[in-house]
C-alpha cells in the first residue's frame, strides 16, 4: 500500500479526462442551438407526422429502399389513403428542395454522415 499517492492521482486524473468534456463545455457558457431546417413552403403535409419524421426518418428510408429494391413495392399508402412513391428523390427531395438548408443543417449539427448519397445523385443547389 505504498503507492496509494500514486494510485489516488492516477484515478483523479482519469476522473478529470473523462469529464473534460462537460468541464469544457460549461466554461464555455453557451449551450449549442439545435439546427431549424427549412421547410416546405408549398406542402403543408408529409408522409408522417414531424415528430416521427424527426426522430425516425431513417426508419422509414430504409424500409422504403428494401421494398422498392428487394421487392419491387414502390408504393407508400397513408393510413388516410394517400399514395406516395417509395422515393428519397421523387417524394422527399420534391418538397424538401435543399438538401444543403434542410438535410445537411441537422445532419452536420449531430455529427451524421448518412450514405443515401453513396447510391443517390447528390441534388444541386437550385437544379429543381
Same mark, same amino acid.
Given at each position: ?6 494510485? @489516488? ?17 460549461? /466554461? ?10 427549412? @421547410? ?15 426522430? /425516425? ?5 430504409? $424500409?422504403?429502399?428494401?421494398? &422498392? ?13 394517400? $399514395?406516395?412513391?417509395? &422515393? ?9 428542395? &435543399? ?27 437550385? /437544379?429543381?
Amino acid at each position: 500500500m505504498h503507492k496509494k499517492s500514486v494510485i @489516488l492521482a492516477g484515478l483523479i486524473a482519469l476522473l478529470v479526462l473523462l469529464t473534460f468534456p462537460v468541464w469544457y463545455n460549461l /466554461a464555455a457558457g453557451e449551450a449549442s442551438e439545435a439546427p431549424t431546417p427549412k @421547410l416546405p413552403e408549398n406542402e403543408k403535409a408529409c408522409v408522417q407526422d414531424t415528430a416521427t419524421m424527426k426522430v /425516425a426518418h431513417m426508419d422509414l428510408l430504409m $424500409e422504403w429502399r428494401d421494398d &422498392s429494391v428487394r421487392r419491387h413495392d414502390r408504393t407508400f399508402v397513408m393510413p388516410d389513403g394517400r $399514395e406516395f412513391e417509395k &422515393s428519397l428523390t421523387r417524394t422527399c427531395l420534391k418538397c424538401h428542395t &435543399s438538401k444543403k438548408d434542410f438535410c445537411d443543417a441537422c445532419h452536420d449539427y449531430s455529427g451524421v454522415k448518412p450514405y443515401c448519397w453513396d447510391c443517390h445523385v447528390d441534388p444541386k443547389e437550385g /437544379a429543381r
